[in-house]
Structure formats: C-alpha cells, structure tokens
DNA sequence: ATAATAAATGTAAAATGTACGTTAATTACA
DNA sequence: TGTAATTAACGTACATTTTACATTTATTAT
C-alpha cells in the first residue's frame, strides 16, 4: 500500500514551458500590443504574442526579458507575471504550459528596426487578429489585469514618457477603464495625491496654450507606501 | 542566419511542473496553513505545501484539485491560482517549475482521518515551519494576495460556514488585515452593502446574548456586480 | 486685434467615512 | 428572583471625499 502510493505520488512527466509576453503601449489616445507571427510549427507564420521556450538554465522571467529584448531591443521595463496557462490540451502539438507576463512599455523608445525584422507589428487593442492557442484569452485576461491594478498602483505611467501632461495621464485612464471621466475632478485627485512634481516646461502638441508637463515623484511615493498610503484613481 | 535563428528559437527543453496548494482556514480566531510531510525526495520528510507533479494529460488547475481532494476529502471548494514559480535553481534537485494556488476552506468540513492519514497538520500563520524549496515565500504571497483580494471581493467568506455571524466576521476581516475594525463602522459598512441575509438564528457560543446568523447573498452580489458594484471592506 | 482652443481653477451639495457613547438581550450565580 | 457581567446592536455628530457643474486663462493663427 505505501509502496502503491509512493510510486503513484511519484509519476513525474516532463513537459514545455514557455514564456509569452503581452506587450502593451500607448499611442494616439489608444493602447496598442505588440503582436509577431509565429517562429515555430505548428501554426508558424499565425499572429502570436512574443514568446519563447523556457530553457533548462533559465529563470521563466528572465526567458520573458530575453525574448522582449531581442524583439524590441528595450531592457528594465515594467514586466509582471500574468499567470500560468495550463490546460493540458491548449497546445495541439505538445503538453506545454504557457507562462504569460505583460509588459507597459514607452511606445516611442523601442527599436522600430528590430521589431520590423521579426515581422512584428503594434495592434490597436480594438482590432486584435485572432491569435494562436489561448493567445486571445491572455490578451484580454492581462487587459482586466491592467484595469484592476492601474486603479489603486501608478503602473499606468510606465505607457507615458518619463515627462506626461496631465491630460495625457486623463486620456491614458480614460481608456484603461473605458470611460469618460471629468478633467476637474481627475486632475484635484491626482494632485492631491501629492505624487507628481510640476516641471517649468510645456508640452503643446495638443493646445494653444500648452499644458505643463509633470513627473511622477517615485522616491515620495516609495516612502508614502511604507505607511500604508493609498493611490487610487477612480 | 535564418536557419540559425530559427534552431536558436527552437530550443525546446522539458522539465517538471508541480501543483501546490497554499490552503488557507480559518479557526479559534485565527488563520491556519495545512502542511504536511513531503513524499518524494529530496527532503522527503520536511514540512511542504500540499502538492503533485503535474501529470500529461490534466490541466493544472486539475491537479491541485486532484492533491487537495486526496488530502482533505474536499471538492468545490474556492481555489484559485497564485503564480507560477519559476526560478531555474529553485529546486536543487531537477528544474521543476511550480503553479502556486491557494485554497480558501471551511476548517470544519475537511475530512479529519484523511488528513491524519497524511501526516498533513494545520498551523497558525504565525507558527510556520520552514518549508521545503520556495514554499514559505509563496505562503507569504498568498497572504498578501488574500489581504488585497478580500478588500474589494467577498473571497474571505469562504474561511467561514455559511451561516455566519458579524463579529465573526469581523474578526476574520481583522486577522486578515491585521488591524483591529471599530465594530459599529464595520457593522454600518456591512448591511449597507445590501448582500447580507438575516436570519432568524443565533449563534451563542460567544456570548449570553448571542449574535444573529447571516447568510451572503450571492445572487445579488452578483446581479449587482454587473452593473460595477463595488464591494469594498476597508 | 481677435477668434479659436485646450488648460487650469473653484465651489457647493451629496455621499461616505470616522470617532465616539449608549442601550439591549441573555445567562450565571448570589 | 434579581443583579452583575458580557457581548451584540444601534445612533449621531463631525470630518473628509466625491461629484456635478461654469468660468477664466494662456497661447497662437489669422
């Protein structure tokens, strides 16, 4: 009897694993993801989220940071595990998990070269083709994700340059949470949050007038956690 | 160089993938872990998170069903996935990956011989042994991921019977935030979430005077969550 | 000079959260 | 039998936050 059980806690099978990465950004009031087609068989040639193959040697989040960088060229961006997918059918070829991580990524830094070679190409999130596997579940599991954490963590700033107005931060939570909000209202709660330092520059690519551009004071907002502050952006 | 990059894409290593289940109760006023003794080698013996190798063909949600209804004699109970956890060296043994899900259960319902016949125990949070591997770190994350999930979702009644009192349930509410809840604010708070059912019975065993028994009303609950109700117990 | 445009500011009412004190129901036991 | 002890339940006043809404400001193209 214990022999029968040890043997049968024991079953060991090896399977794939890879790591794919949603790769989101921002751009002309919309948030666009990074889509290539598939290196690999089956489906080769299909759009796909950007992943590889988990190696032996390798950490499943380094895996993600190698394939971003290889494909976008950029490095130290804002990546978080997702979740694991782990459906024993949802690789027609093979038993493989899928280990999702989603990335916000500065548009406008990544190298457009790069991503041209790979056959790589920013989709509205609107107008996503249909992707390979449970790639389209992912998408929008990480969308929800992006909805839920944006409201109560500044992770949302990581799709603005380092220097944003805060119409832009308006129009970037406005479509994160699809809906319209008040600009009066919007802009009286984030400053009261005491988070962002006004610089002396304007930025006027949307006005006249021009609106002043902003920083996100992390070192304040780092402190301010410790005693248990709260942002949130509703 | 397409040939090359394309065997460089290629690279497909297998290893191990584990189920572990995180398994939260709630008793005596406190939250408790069920550990028990590790089967396989290595550190066969040491105390572990419930868990299975993930088999070929089932899902891995599957598996840590599977693990938890082995030990516990429990199905349908709320589990959902934590993370994976995918560091190349964290098992010395052989490259493993782990899907992390926690298990939120009524202490009471739990099969008790099974549970013996498995060497397995429950501990106070505060009282953890060291675990085998990476399992006091998800542990830790699980704690974390309760205490920010139950503040905008009613997961924490799933530590409770179905028929519950208010100052249990605060009391819950208190060792899971680990701050103590003024009862007349959290009890105004409470019904007016309009999710409560009263009903005609008292529980007494903590008092002479005894507490009225409520029931969640999940149909509710969920009727309103459509229309972007917000639970929220601060 | 003026028109056009988005940015920035203000304010009053409503809703929610916070900090308290008091009363109510029940049982053990004097 | 009534009184003390104990937790449950309720209420209220004040502070804070959210919401709804209108006007002024800075700038440039014409």
Known sequence: MANLETDLYSVKDKMYAAADCIIFGFEGGRIKLLLFRRRVEPLKGEWSLIGSFVRLDEDVSEAAKRVLKEITGLENVFMEQLKAYGKADRDPGFRCLSIAQYALIQIDEYDGELVEKHGAHWFDIDE?????????????????????????????LNLLPEKFTIPQLQQLYEVIY????????????????KVLIKLDEKD????????FLYKFDYKTYHELEKFGYNFEIS
Request: glycine share 4%; aromatic share 4%.
């Open 204 to 211: 006027k690519t949307n006005s006249r007038r021009g609106a």
């Open 128 to 156: 996503i083709p249909d992707l390979v596997l449970d790639h389209n579940q992912m998408v929008q599991d990480a969308l929800e994700r992006l909805k839920q954490k944006a409201r109560y963590q500044p992770i949302g």
């Open 178 to 193: 699809q809906k319209e909000l008040d600009s009066r209202n919007f802009r009286k709660k984030l400053l009261s949050l």
